[in-house]
């Protein structure tokens, strides 16, 4: 089936300094959304992106369909930024395919 | 961010009881999904309604998931006979369309646990 390779696994920045995080599809996907679990544990949204990217305050994502990629880009790290990220791709069928995840942790 | 309601939070049953989960998607999003998500954090579609009609459904949602989403009442997930292995936590999640379109919001979960 579609599958979405998400890396790294875990990832320890310090503040004030920056990483990308990546999904890699196995098929072509038309649409991808990244999300962080926050400390209660709910799915907060950061990006949806048919094509191209978007950039949020110290976040940026980029998606290549066509390429079958997709990238999340932290830069100043802060310590509430801490927490788990998720991608997820869409297809034509609606459903999401999620990664793994990535353990992010922000160290003073 | 989200307004998807999700009740209740935590579910405790044995094996063999039912199970029931209840989502309230955001005002005016008719597509409604639900995920299980395992303690490997690995996600699972199981069904996806649009205002009541479903949409798609996975094999096990179709023979042990109980599965509706009435007009003007909650939409809601019901597991008819509880196994072990059902222990997660279950997604809801609304949007505005299916396929492509639309980013989908989720809400907080249910965490169920099958004695």
């Known amino acids: 089936g579609d599958q979405v390779e998400q890396s790294p696994s875990a990832l320890s920045l310090h503040e004030g300094t920056g990483s990308a995080l990546r999904c890699n599809f196995t098929?072509?996907?038309?649409?991808v959304q990244w999300f962080r679990k926050n400390s209660r544990g709910s799915l907060i949204n950061l990006f949806y992106?048919?094509?191209g990217t978007k950039e949020n305050g110290r976040l940026k994502s980029a998606f290549d369909s066509k390429e079958r990629y997709s990238t999340l880009h932290i830069r100043d790290a802060q310590l509430e930024d801490s927490g788990t990220y998720f991608c997820?791709?869409?297809?034509?069928?609606?459903?999401?395919?999620f990664g793994d995840g990535t353990v992010l942790t922000v160290k003073p | 961010n989200s307004k998807v309601i999700q009740t209740p939070r935590y579910l405790v049953k044995g094996q063999g009881q039912k199970a029931k989960m209840r989502c309230i998607p955001e005002?005016?999003?008719?597509?409604v999904f639900w995920y299980q998500q395992n303690k490997n954090n690995e996600f699972k579609f199981l069904i996806n309604?649009?205002?009541?009609?479903?949409l798609q459904q996975i094999d096990m949602t179709e023979k042990r998931f109980s599965a509706e989403c009435p007009s003007n009442s909650p939409c809601s997930l019901e597991i008819q006979s509880s196994e072990a292995g059902d222990s997660a936590l279950y997604l809801c999640?609304?949007?505005?369309?299916w396929g492509i379109g639309d980013t989908q919001y989720f809400g907080p979960g249910t965490r169920l646990l099958v004695l």
């Open positions: 999640a609304s949007s505005l369309s």
């Open positions: 309604f649009q205002n009541q009609e479903v």
């Open positions: 997820a791709a869409n297809t034509n069928t609606g459903k999401l395919t």
């Open positions: 005002k005016g999003h008719p597509v």
């Open positions: 098929t072509t996907m038309r649409a």
């Open positions: 992106l048919a094509s």
